[in-house]
């Protein structure tokens, strides 16, 4: 059964690709990209071993004549490896190897994975199940990504048929649905058919002998009648396996010899007929069993029937001899079918020791890539937390920087409004300084006017009194009486009460830098101060201009005042 595998993966390769593989071709040069993209229909329509095809290959080995593009040579070698002209499965890995050498992985990608499809085939037509497995599961991802489905469902087709070498038929049932589905939706009738006839095997395989056998019944109830014959033969030698015997049986085994006829194939032919005999000898039809028994046999002379055949058609003629009681005839056989069985058995055993250590190495893969998965999958998952908290921090930082401009642009704006409250204070402040500064100017005003008035008073009585129109002692009590008003502190006092609402702590800071001062020098102070004019000052004090002046002057060396300082400056800054 595993070589009968091997041919229906051998012909499933060999079947068309119905996509637009054109598509992903790197372009190199315009008229090799011709004749590559020549070939590559070929390929879609099933005539890759064409005398056209052997012309384009030669169009393009002339191509590379000169200094050709290594990219040429690796898709020169590719198409080479492909049409398998040299009846060797180890050449055509030869070529594909050859042809990984001069692909630029980077560059031609699709090239790359393309070769390694290829030779992943190869590999697993020569037996060498691991190597292949691992390249598939290197390749099939990459054709997922990019959306090429044809290739990334034929390989996963592929890894379906290594686990059914394997036995691992719970693996290998998921892969060949993935494929019959593809092929179906498609139209890829043959490739549909094959993946069909696949699972029909893995449900014999597993105990749903019913399930194997209605899927076989209805691809050959719906067999298209310009069908593969080859396809029809394997589905019909699966199907009257399960059958039992019968009237259909005996239809549908005719119908399998001739659908083996039909393929042209010697090996499909000998096959169909030894499934004939073993029918026809189960009936108890001794002679027609041994008709076509005999014809299977003699052909074994001149050509090799497939690795257990001969031993098989060897046993079954002892057989009908032996019901025959024909025994020498019988033990010749026997005899020989035991030999065949003995090398048979070393096969088989054989078998499944490689059987078992791909298997197992399979399985240690299967490990290493969910390890590697998982892995990745925790990478990922990391990735995504790390990119989740940047966000989560940059939202935060920008939450932040937010909050910050609005804490210092309400800020800036309550200062501004504390700014413009406090110049509002001020002004106010100002302008209740101006006022009280207005109303003691205009209480020194009064004084000075109050002062020139009784001064006056005072010389209209002296005159009075001269001019004899006044009693002397009357008047000289009127002028003491004036006097006595014009000295009094009453007005000095009230005028220090206004003066420290106007300039708090004036006099204050004024004693603790000069204590010597008198009250009189406190006073005139508090005028130069307000910067009242000197012949007012003297007016004020009742005392004449030039006092003012010498008193300024003696006050100014009891302060110590450079001569470079002004008097007036220094108290207005005080």
Request: net charge neutral; hydrophobic share 40%; charged share 25%.
């Amino acid at each position: 059964m595993i070589l009968l595998f091997c041919c229906i993966f051998a012909l499933l390769c060999a079947l068309p690709a119905q996509c637009r593989e054109n598509e992903y071709w790197k372009p190199i040069d315009r008229q090799f990209d011709q004749l590559n993209l020549q070939m590559e229909r070929l390929g879609s329509s099933g005539h890759m071993d064409s005398a056209e095809a052997d012309r384009l290959l030669q169009r393009m080995r002339d191509a590379l004549h000169g200094n050709p593009p290594k990219e040429a040579r690796a898709r020169a070698l590719f198409w080479e490896a492909t049409m398998g002209r040299h009846n060797s499965l180890r050449t055509s890995l030869e070529l594909a190897n050859e042809a990984l050498l001069y692909v630029d992985t980077v560059r031609y990608e699709y090239d790359y994975y393309r070769i390694l499809s290829l030779k992943a085939g190869l590999l697993l037509n020569m037996g060498d199940y691991y190597a292949a497995f691992t390249l598939y599961n290197k390749v099939t991802p990459y054709f997922e990504d990019i959306g090429n489905e044809l290739q990334a469902v034929r390989c996963r087709g592929n890894t379906g048929l290594i686990y059914l070498f394997v036995e691992d038929y719970d693996a290998a049932l998921p892969h060949l649905e993935v494929a019959q589905a593809y092929f179906k939706e498609h139209g890829m009738t043959d490739q549909y058919l094959l993946s069909t006839q696949q699972i029909a095997y893995v449900y014999e395989s597993t105990g749903r002998i019913a399930e194997a056998a209605d899927l076989l019944r209805s691809i050959l109830h719906h067999f298209p009648d310009n069908g593969n014959p080859e396809i029809e033969y394997y589905c019909l030698s699966s199907y009257c396996r399960l059958m039992p015997d019968g009237a259909q049986k005996d239809s549908c085994m005719e119908r399998m010899v001739q659908a083996a006829l039909a393929t042209g194939d010697w090996q499909c032919r000998m096959g169909a007929l030894r499934n004939k005999a073993q029918y026809l000898y189960a009936k108890n039809q001794l002679d027609s069993a041994q008709i076509y028994a005999d014809s299977v046999y003699s052909a074994s002379r001149s050509k090799v029937l497939k690795f257990g055949q001969e031993g098989a058609v060897c046993e079954l003629l002892a057989r009908i001899y032996g019901d025959k009681r024909l025994y020498p005839q019988a033990y010749r056989f026997m005899a020989r079918a035991m030999d065949y069985k003995d090398s048979v058995a070393r096969a088989e055993a054989q078998g499944n020791i490689q059987r078992e250590n791909v298997r197992r190495e399979i399985v240690q893969q299967t490990f290493r890539l969910r390890e590697l998965d998982q892995k990745a999958q925790a990478a990922r998952r990391i990735n995504w937390i790390v990119g989740v908290s940047l966000l989560l921090v940059l939202l935060l930082s920008a939450v932040i920087i937010y909050l910050l401009r609005k804490r210092t642009a309400d800020e800036r704006t309550q200062h501004e409004q504390e700014k413009e409250d406090l110049n509002m204070q001020l002004d106010h402040e100002k302008e209740k300084t101006d006022a009280k500064s207005r109303e003691l100017s205009s209480k020194i005003l009064m004084s000075m006017s109050k002062n020139e008035m009784l001064t006056g008073l005072s010389s209209y009585v002296a005159q009075a009194q001269d001019d004899g129109k006044m009693d002397r002692a009357v008047a000289g009590q009127i002028k003491n009486r004036i006097h006595d008003v014009l000295k009094e502190e009453n007005d000095w006092e009230q005028f220090k009460i206004h003066f420290e609402e106007v300039h708090p702590s004036f006099f204050k800071k004024l004693k603790e830098l000069h204590p010597g001062l008198t009250d009189n020098e406190l006073r005139l102070c508090a005028y130069c101060k307000m910067n009242i004019p000197n012949k007012q000052i003297a007016k004020m004090l009742s005392v004449q201009p030039q006092s003012v002046i010498v008193a300024r002057y003696r006050m100014r060396c009891k302060m110590n005042l450079p001569k470079e300082t002004s008097l007036d400056d220094y108290l207005m800054n005080l």
